[in-house]
T-cell receptor, first 112, second 111 residues
C-alpha cells in the first residue's frame, strides 16, 4: 500500500457545486496533515493544515478520520479559480526528522 | 524574504551531459527537500537535509544523482550523466515547523 493515496480524478464539476476529495494514509503515527494546491506549471502551495479532527477556512473544510486513516477536503460553492490539482501531504518521522510525503494529487476542473 | 529560489528555471541538455540544479532556501529554515515531478509518477521525494545533513536519500533514483548542501543557504542537485528519462520538473522546498515552501522549480528536458 502506498504511504499516501489519492484518486487522481479528474473531477469535473459545474460552478457552484460542492466537491470532496479523500486521501488515505498508511502511517497511523502521523499527527498532522496538509492539503496543498498546485496550479498548472506552478509550484505547490499550502492550502490548509489539519491537526486534530478538522479545519475550516471559508469554502474549504478539511476533516480527519484517524480510525479509518483518511483525510478529506470539501470545497463548497466551487469557483472557476478552484481548478487545480490538490495534493494531500502526510509528514512522517524518519530517524527523528520530519519528511513530507505527497500524494499524487487529485485534479479538479470547475466548469462554467 | 524572496522565498525559495531555484535556478535555472529551464534547462535543456543533451543526453550524457552533466546537469546541476541550484536551490537557495528561506533563511532560518532547517530542512530542505528535493522533489521530482512527472505526469506519470507525481511528486517524488528524492532527498532531504536537516541542518545541512542529508537525512534520507532513498528516493534518489540511482548513482547518477547526487545532492549536496555545503551551507544553510545553498544546495545543489547534480545529474551525471543525464538521460532522457530524467526529464521532469525538479522542486526544492524548505520548511518551517508548520509549512513547506516550494521554489518555482526547474524544468529539465534531456534530449
Amino acid at each position: 500500500r502506498k504511504e499516501v493515496e489519492q484518486d487522481p480524478g479528474p473531477f469535473n464539476v459545474p460552478e457552484g457545486a460542492t466537491v470532496a476529495f479523500n486521501c488515505t494514509y498508511s502511517n497511523s503515527a502521523s499527527q498532522s496533515f496538509f492539503w496543498y494546491r498546485q496550479d498548472c506549471r506552478k509550484e505547490p502551495k499550502l492550502l490548509m493544515s489539519v491537526y486534530s479532527s478538522g479545519n475550516e477556512d471559508g469554502r474549504f473544510t478539511a476533516q480527519l478520520n484517524r480510525a479509518s486513516q483518511y483525510i478529506s477536503l470539501l470545497i463548497r460553492d466551487s469557483k472557476l479559480s478552484d481548478s487545480a490539482t490538490y495534493l494531500c501531504v502526510v509528514p512522517h518521522m524518519d530517524t527523528g526528522r520530519r519528511a513530507l510525503t505527497f500524494g499524487s494529487g487529485t485534479r479538479l476542473q470547475v466548469q462554467p | 524574504d524572496a522565498g525559495v529560489i531555484q535556478s535555472p528555471r529551464h534547462e535543456v541538455t543533451e543526453m550524457g551531459q552533466e546537469v546541476t540544479l541550484r536551490c537557495k532556501p528561506i533563511s532560518g529554515h532547517n530542512s530542505l527537500f528535493w522533489y521530482r515531478q512527472t505526469m506519470m509518477r507525481g511528486l517524488e521525494l528524492l532527498i532531504y537535509f536537516n541542518n545541512n545533513v542529508p537525512i534520507d536519500d532513498s528516493g534518489m533514483p540511482e548513482d547518477r544523482f547526487s545532492a549536496k548542501m555545503p551551507n544553510a543557504s545553498f544546495s545543489t542537485l547534480k545529474i551525471q550523466p543525464s538521460e532522457p528519462r530524467d526529464s521532469a520538473v525538479y522542486f526544492c522546498a524548505s520548511t518551517s515547523d508548520t509549512e513547506a515552501f516550494f521554489g518555482q522549480g526547474t524544468r529539465l528536458t534531456v534530449v
